[in-house]
């Protein structure tokens, strides 16, 4: 792609997003302008730092090709609005950490043998454990650059004697991931389980299995889950369906499902955001937006209760969840995914 064709681009995109923020509600709905920005902010957040930073510098040399004036001023806030100035690779680390201590801060006073009804089988001990594993074994990997797989049970984890004291034990270990993944070149190669094999995974995998799992947690303590916020659930969202066709447990059963043309849409009530799966080809393809075939059968919520559906944390049945089409592909689709 040539650099004017990159140029025109980012000055389109600058144009139509300010015309958007700028529209009369006459003209165009509150609420609809905010998914619109929403779900373009939602890509753009998939753009490695690299990338974002050519992206931020294509935008501000479009707004500054404009005289000075109020025009220019909200061009050159485009950039900001999206969060291509910051840096995603700390936030997500700092995100991660919140959700660990909210973790640890959940199970705490809570009885460690209390059972968890949504991991059959486990106890908040075993749950804890486990998260607290995850945050050991993602800071060796990326402290280490591991260009091979190495397994939670060769890593050093110093677990306590006395489960009790795994609320302590994980919050120390996310600290240290944190503080470890904060450092490293989110651009440098590392072995990874899923489909991006930098150090930019990590952080954005232990996020997502923390707060699913404190969504257990919340479950097991109290009966119910607390909300997610919708960006990060989208995200996780992205982040499952990327990895999917990597994880042997899910890409198998795919396989032989026997569901060739069939299109499952997810739909996200409270930001708008879409996300439609194909299955064919002994797997599936994804994309966000609703394009391309009609879907077969369809699933609404917020993103954060999609996502917890995705996870099997909430049954297809639960009443939060409106539903079109072909039930039995979800259905289909939910048992073949079942990790």
């Not at 590392?190 to 404190?214: C, I, K, M, N, Q």
């Not at 849409?265 to 075939?293: K, N, P, Y």
Request: glycine share 8%.
């Amino acid at each position: 792609m040539s650099d004017a064709l990159l140029s025109t681009l980012a000055e389109a995109l600058a144009e139509l997003v300010t015309e958007v923020e700028t529209s009369a509600d006459e003209i165009l709905a509150r609420d609809t302008a905010v998914k619109w920005l929403e779900n373009t902010a939602q890509t753009l957040r998939t753009l490695g730092p690299a990338d974002r930073r050519a992206l931020d510098g294509l935008l501000r040399e479009a707004a500054l090709r404009h005289p000075p004036g109020p025009r220019r001023e909200e061009l050159l806030s485009v950039s900001e609005g999206f969060g291509l100035t910051e840096d995603p690779h700390t936030a997500i680390c700092e995100a991660a950490l919140e959700s660990a201590r909210r973790f640890a801060a959940t199970v705490r006073t809570a009885d460690p043998a209390t059972p968890v009804p949504t991991c059959p089988g486990w106890t908040l001990a075993d749950l804890t454990r486990h998260v607290g594993t995850v945050h050991r074994w993602a800071e060796h990997l990326v402290r280490t650059g591991a260009t091979t797989r190495v397994l939670a049970r060769d890593v050093p984890l110093d677990a306590p004697a006395d489960p009790a004291a795994y609320p302590g034990w994980l919050a120390a270990g996310a600290e240290r991931f944190a503080a470890t993944a904060r450092e490293a070149d989110p651009d440098a190669p590392v072995w990874s389980p899923g489909a991006d094999p930098h150090v930019r995974h990590y952080p954005r995998h232990v996020l997502f299995e923390t707060v699913v799992h404190l969504a257990d947690a919340e479950l097991a303590v109290a009966g119910a889950a607390g909300p997610l916020d919708p960006g990060t659930a989208a995200d996780a969202i992205d982040h499952f369906l990327g990895n999917a066709p990597y994880i042997p447990r899910i890409a198998e059963p795919l396989a032989h499902l026997g569901r060739d043309g069939a299109v499952l849409r997810l739909s996200a009530r409270d930001t708008g955001a879409v996300w439609t799966v194909a299955l064919g080809g002994g797997g599936f393809t994804w994309s966000r937006g609703s394009g391309g075939a009609e879907p077969t059968a369809g699933v609404a919520a917020d993103t954060g209760e999609l996502l917890l559906l995705l996870h099997r944390r909430y049954g297809a049945d639960d009443p939060r969840f409106t539903h079109t089409g072909d039930r039995d592909l979800l259905d289909d689709w939910l048992a073949a995914t079942a990790l």
